[in-house]
C-alpha cells in the first residue's frame, strides 16, 4: 500500500497523485486491499462474530436479571 502519516495533505495528495499517474501501481495496491479485505471479512468469521454478540448480549442480560 501506500502510507502517509496522519494528517500530511500534501504527502496523500502527493500519494494519490502517484496512484492516478502510476496504473500498474494502484492496479496492485487495489488487488492487494482486495485480497487483504476478503481474507479478513469472510462469510464465516461474520457468522461468528454475530454469534458472538448475541451470545454475550444474552449472557450479560440473563447475569442482570
Given at each position: 500500500?501506500v ?7 500534501p ?19 487495489g ?11 469472510t462469510?464465516?468469521?461474520f ?16 447475569a442482570v436479571?
Open positions: 500500500g502510507l502517509v502519516d496522519p494528517g500530511d495533505v504527502a496523500l495528495s502527493a500519494a494519490m497523485e502517484r496512484l492516478v499517474a502510476d496504473r500498474p501501481l494502484a492496479h496492485r495496491v488487488e492487494a486491499a482486495r485480497a487483504a479485505f476478503l481474507a479478513r471479512f462469510l464465516e468469521r457468522r461468528a462474530d454475530v454469534g458472538r454478540i448475541y451470545r454475550e448480549a444474552i449472557e450479560s442480560r440473563c436479571s
